[in-house]
């Protein structure tokens, strides 16, 4: 069995920041890419944030140069730091991996941490 823990959530200011943690684990035997979602109340989720098994990254253009994602692969977990956070940023942020388990390939879903960015 996989699971996906998200951590870091949380209020803060706007203009202040927020790490974001996604650790992985089970019977896992290879994750290719990780990603960072979010979705906002009444909105679709959406991709903010994605790492390649290649280690190429991607982001938002709402997010481009803001946030940053990284990943260490001794840890099976992803990070997304997050400055200068704007009350638009506010949703659950959700964490997704691809990977390979003694159960086959397949993606998996953390449970969500809530980001509100509010004075």
């Known amino acids: 069995q996989v699971q996906l823990v998200e951590s870091g959530g949380g209020l803060v200011q706007p203009g202040g920041s927020l790490r974001l943690s996604c650790a992985a684990s089970?019977?896992?035997?290879?994750?290719?890419?990780m990603d960072w979602y979010r979705q906002a109340p009444g909105k679709r989720r959406e991709l903010v944030a994605r790492?390649?098994?290649?280690?190429?990254?991607n982001y938002a253009d709402s997010v481009k140069g803001r946030f940053t994602i990284s990943r260490d692969n001794a840890k099976n977990t992803v990070y997304l730091q997050m400055n200068s956070l704007k009350p638009e940023d506010t949703a659950v942020y959700y964490c997704?991996?691809?990977?390979?388990?003694?159960?086959?390939?397949?993606?998996?879903w953390g449970q969500g941490t809530q980001v509100t960015v509010s004075l």
């Open positions: 790492f390649s098994s290649s280690g190429s990254t």
């Open positions: 997704s991996a691809n990977l390979r388990s003694t159960m086959g390939r397949n993606d998996y």
């Open positions: 089970g019977s896992i035997i290879s994750i290719y890419a």
